[in-house]
Nanobody, 125 residues
Framework: QVQLVESGGGLVQAGGSLRLSCVAS????????MGWFRQAPGKEREFVAA?????????YYVDSVKGRFTISRDNAKNTVYLQMNSLKAEDTAVYYC?????????????????WGQGTQVTVSS
C-alpha cells in the first residue's frame, strides 16, 4: 500500500511559480512511476507530467506545459516534485499526484494504482 500526500498549492499571479511536492509512504517508491494530473472545474482529469521509476527516470509532459513545468524525484526522501513556472490562468486546477508500477501508457490515469487527495492551484490573470 502506498499513501501519497501533496502540498505546495496556492494562489499565484499569472507569470509566477509554484513547486508542488508529493510525499509517498512505503519502500517501493523508487521503483514506481510517479505522475501529476490535474482537474479543472467542469473538465475531465488531464495528464500533466510523469517520471519513470527504477533506473529509467524518463520524463513526460503534456504539450501545454512543456518548457514551463519540470517533474523530478528524490528517492531518498520518497518525494516527487512539480516545478511550475510561467503559470497561466488555464493552469488553474486541483493537482493530483499518482503512483504506479511503471505504467505501460504513462499518461493514462487508469494505469496508476495510488492517488493523493489533491492540492489546489489557482492562477489569477
Amino acid at each position: 500500500q502506498v499513501q501519497l500526500v501533496e502540498s505546495g498549492g496556492g494562489l499565484v499571479q499569472a507569470g509566477g511559480s509554484l513547486r508542488l511536492s508529493c510525499v509517498a509512504s512505503g519502500r517501493t517508491f523508487r521503483s514506481y512511476a510517479m505522475g501529476w494530473f490535474r482537474q479543472a472545474p467542469g473538465k475531465e482529469r488531464e495528464f500533466v507530467a510523469a517520471i519513470r521509476g527504477g533506473w529509467d527516470n524518463r520524463q513526460y509532459y503534456v504539450d501545454s506545459v512543456k518548457g514551463r513545468f519540470t517533474i523530478s524525484r528524490d528517492n531518498a526522501k520518497n518525494t516527487v516534485y512539480l516545478q511550475m513556472n510561467s503559470l497561466k490562468a488555464e493552469d488553474t486546477a486541483v493537482y493530483y499526484c499518482a503512483a504506479g508500477p511503471n505504467p505501460a501508457t504513462i499518461n493514462q490515469g487508469a494505469e496508476y494504482d495510488y492517488w493523493g487527495q489533491g492540492t489546489q492551484v489557482t492562477v489569477s490573470s
